[in-house]
C-alpha cells in the first residue's frame, strides 16, 4: 500500500498538482525510503525533458493512419464521432489539471514498469548479492547520477557508477555510510554524532562540512576534496596516521591494488608517495571547481592520461572503450564535455590527439 501511494502522490508532485500535506506526505515516505531516490531523480529528469514539436511527416502519418481505420469500416459511420475528436480533448470540456495528472502518473507508470524489468532482467543475469535487510543500498548505474537526502537531512549527490550503503538505524546513535565510487557530501552539522564515511582505501569523519570523495576501486587514487569546514582522513594500511584537510586541499591517496602492481613490475618498493595534499583545481574560464564540477552535469579533465579519461568516459557514458595503443594511453588530454554525446567527444578529442576509433554498439575500440 505504501508503495501505492508512493507512486500516486509522485504523480501528483511532477503535475504540480499535489498539496502542501501530500508533499509532506511524500518527504516523509522517501526519508523511510531513500532507495527509491533513483527512480525519483529518473523520473524528474524524465519529466523535464522537453517534447518534440510535431512535425509535418508526424501529421501526415497520423492522418495516414485515420484513413486506414476508416477504410477498415471501424469509423465507416460518418454520425459517429471522428476517432480524431476522441483521441484528443475538447477545449471546453478538457480539464487541464486531470490531463496533467494523469500524463505524470503515465510516466510513473511507464517508468516504473521499465525499471521492475531492467532490474528483474539484470538480476537474472548478474544474480547479484542481495543487500543486508537492516540496510540501505542507493545506486547509481554507468551513465547516471542521483541526488539522496539522508535521515538526518544530509545531502549526497552520487555520480555515475556509485553505490552508497548505511544502516537502517543512522542517525540514532551514529551517522555512519560505506562509499564505493564518486560522492559530493554536504553534511548537517551535528557535534554528537560525528559522520563517518567509509571507502576501501580511507576512512573520513566530519562534523559538519562540504566536500568530496572520488573511491572507486578501478582507478590508480581515491581523492578527498574539501570545499569548506574540516574533515579528518585515515588511510587503512597506515592506521596511525590522521591527515586533517582545510577549505580548499585535496588530499590523494595511491590505491593498494596500483601499489602492489608498481613493487611487483619494478621489484623494489614503490618510490611513489603514498599520500599527497595538493589545492583544488579551479577552472580558468568560469572559476569552477574541476574535482565537484561533474554535479553540474559536466565533465572537466586537465592534463589527464588516455588511459585515465577513458576510465571516466565509460563511467560517464556507460561505454567499454579499449586503448590499443601504449603511446595513446599515456598521452595527457585537456577540456570539458557537458551535452555532448560520446561519438561528438571522441571526435572533439581527435582535434587533438593524434587516433581513430572504431565503434560496436557500446564498445569502442581506440588505435592510430
Known amino acids: 500500500m505504501s508503495q501505492e501511494k508512493f507512486w500516486i502522490l509522485l504523480s501528483k508532485k511532477l503535475a504540480q498538482e499535489a498539496s ?22 529518473n523520473l524528474e529528469d524524465l519529466w523535464k525533458l522537453k517534447a518534440e514539436q510535431p512535425t509535418q511527416e508526424g501529421e501526415d502519418a497520423y492522418l495516414l493512419h485515420l484513413q486506414r481505420l476508416k477504410e477498415s469500416q471501424l469509423f465507416n459511420n460518418e454520425t459517429e464521432t471522428n476517432p480524431s475528436d476522441a483521441y484528443f480533448f475538447d477545449n471546453e470540456t478538457r480539464n487541464p489539471r486531470w490531463f496533467r495528472w494523469m500524463a505524470a502518473a503515465a510516466a ?12 528483474q532482467s539484470r538480476d537474472s543475469e548478474e544474480a547479484a548479492p542481495l543487500a543486508r535487510a537492516d540496510q540501505n543500498v542507493i545506486s547509481t548505474r554507468p551513465g547516471s547520477k542521483s541526488k539522496v537526502q539522508l535521515p ?18 543512522f542517525g540514532k546513535t551514529l551517522r555512519e555510510v560505506e562509499l564505493t565510487g564518486e560522492g559530493y557530501f554536504d553534511v548537517v552539522k551535528d557535534p554528537s554524532k560525528p559522520f563517518l564515511i567509509h571507502t576501501k582505501t580511507i576512512d573520513i569523519r566530519v562534523l ?10 578501478e582507478d590508480k587514487t581515491t581523492e578527498t576534496s574539501l570545499i569548506r569546514g574540516s574533515v579528518e582522513v585515515s588511510v587503512k594500511d597506515r592506521p596511525n596516521d590522521k ?26 618498493p614503490a618510490i611513489r608517495p603514498e599520500i599527497l595534499i595538493r589545492p583544488l583545481r579551479y577552472n580558468i574560464e568560469d ?31 556507460n561505454v567499454f572503450i579499449e586503448i590499443r595503443d601504449p603511446e595513446l594511453a599515456d598521452m595527457k588530454l585537456s577540456g570539458t564535455f557537458s551535452d555532448e554525446t560520446i561519438d561528438e567527444a571522441l571526435q572533439a578529442l581527435t582535434f587533438t590527439a593524434p587516433f581513430k576509433y572504431e565503434r560496436v554498439n557500446d564498445r569502442i575500440f581506440v588505435h592510430k
Not at 577549505?247 to 613493487?263: F, M, S
Not at 565537484?292 to 571516466?312: G, I, M, P, Q
Request: no cysteine.
Open 152 to 169: 538526518d537531512g544530509s545531502i549526497v549527490w552520487l555520480n555515475a557508477g556509485s553505490k552508497l550503503t548505511y544502516d537502517k538505524q
Open 287 to 317: 572559476s569552477t571547481l574541476v574535482e565537484t564540477v561533474w554535479v553540474e552535469n559536466r565533465l572537466v579533465f586537465r592534463e589527464e592520461t588516455f588511459s585515465d579519461l577513458a576510465k571516466r568516459l565509460e563511467r560517464w557514458y
Open 20 to 41: 502542501t500535506e501530500e508533499l509532506q506526505d511524500l518527504e516523509s515516505m522517501i526519508l523511510e525510503h531513500p532507495e527509491w531516490q533513483f527512480a525519483i531523480q
Open 243 to 268: 591527515i586533517i584537510l582545510s577549505p580548499n586541499e585535496k588530499l590523494v591517496v595511491q590505491n593498494h591494488r596500483e601499489q602492489e602492481a608498481e613493487k611487483i613490475a619494478s621489484k623494489r
Open 108 to 119: 510513473v507508470l511507464v517508468f516504473t514498469l521499465g525499471a521492475y524489468w531492467l532490474f
Open 208 to 217: 559538519g562540512t562540504v566536500f568530496n570523495v572520488k573511491a572507486y576501486p
